[in-house]
Nanobody, 126 residues
Framework: QVQLVESGGGLVQIGDSLRLSCAASGRTFSDRSMGWFRRAPGKEREFVAAISSIDRSTRYVDSVKGRFTISRDNVKNTLYLQMNSLKPEDTAVYYC???????????????????WGQGTQVTVSS
């Protein structure tokens, strides 16, 4: 069992930055590909970013490319999402997610993630 705990959300203004963190329990974090998803009010859950476990290759949804950066610290068992130039449309609850042990490739499909955090609210005020 893996527990994921997100933090770092908050209320910011247009153009501000935030860094989300996701702390993972256990000793298998480095063997799992990880992802960030978000759910805006009244909308479906949306893929945001993912990072592989081996080569740390990354993938982003087009709407955040050039503004968000996903990274991981396998020593600290922590996943990050650096969010710059925030826009009102980035307002959502952000969730981190973990794939099964040994999954080296990132994926955008939420059904391929087996553990989820409780989410952290990000609100960008206009």
């Amino acid at each position: 069992q893996v527990q994921l705990v997100e933090s770092g959300g908050g209320l910011v203004q247009i153009g501000d930055s935030l860094r989300l963190s996701c702390a993972a329990s256990g000793r298998t974090f480095s063997d799992r590909s990880m992802g960030w998803f978000r759910r805006a009010p009244g909308k479906e859950r949306e893929f945001v970013a993912a990072i592989s476990s081996i080569d740390r290759s990354t993938r982003y949804v087009d709407s955040v490319k050039g503004r968000f950066t996903i990274s991981r610290d396998n020593v600290k068992n922590t996943l990050y999402l650096q969010m710059n130039s925030l826009k009102p449309e980035d307002t959502a609850v952000y969730y981190c997610a973990a794939r099964r042990v040994g999954t080296t490739i990132w994926t955008t499909n939420p059904n391929n993630y087996v553990y989820w955090g409780q989410g952290t609210q990000v609100t960008v005020s206009s």
